[in-house]
């Protein structure tokens, strides 16, 4: 066996290549899709290359990928799917669970949902999604 071509690189370089890998068409292509609009629960991706990710609808939300909201969690630090902190009020009043009044698919390549705020400006492209992804092996990787 010839280990020639393979590159050795410390981790750092590794984490760089990592943040810059194109994901395969098969990671990025979505099997199967369940859109659990009517439970109002989250959606639940197979994907192509066998892999299984869901989310719920808050974490969707809190995660839209539209200029506004990316300033918005850039500007305070959160990530893709943090929840924003609930500080403004002594008086907590409930807050219904965020969840799409519209799902529409948007080419080929992406969804998009209208919430029950009335937010609908987030195009969820697949490979965002898959980016995201929050199972336990990809939270691994980070
Ligand atoms: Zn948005
Ligand atoms: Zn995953």
């Known amino acids: 066996?010839?280990?020639?071509?393979?590159k050795i690189v410390n981790a750092e370089e590794a984490q760089r290549d990592a943040e810059?890998?194109?994901?395969?068409?098969e990671a990025v292509t979505p099997a199967k899709i369940r859109v659990m609009k009517t439970e109002g629960t989250g959606?639940?991706?197979?994907?192509?290359?066998?892999h299984r990710s869901a989310w719920?609808?808050?974490w969707l939300r809190n995660a839209c990928p539209c200029a506004t909201?990316?300033?918005?969690?850039e500007k305070s630090g959160r990530k893709p799917g943090?929840?924003?902190p609930k500080t403004q009020t002594l008086l907590v009043?409930?807050?219904?669970?965020?969840r799409p009044v519209e799902v529409t698919p948007v080419g080929k390549?992406?969804?998009?949902?209208?919430?029950t705020d009335g937010h609908e400006a987030g195009i969820y492209s697949w490979e965002y999604l898959r980016r995201v992804c929050g199972c336990e092996a990809c939270a691994r990787r980070g």
């Open 69 to 73: 909201c990316h300033d918005e969690r």
């Open 93 to 98: 009043m409930y807050e219904a669970p965020v």
């Open 56 to 58: 719920n609808f808050a």
């Open 20 to 25: 810059h890998e194109r994901l395969p068409a």
């Open 109 to 115: 390549y992406a969804v998009k949902f209208k919430w």
């Open 43 to 50: 959606v639940e991706i197979d994907w192509k290359d066998g």
């Open 82 to 84: 943090e929840a924003k």
């Open 1 to 6: 066996m010839s280990h020639e071509g393979i």
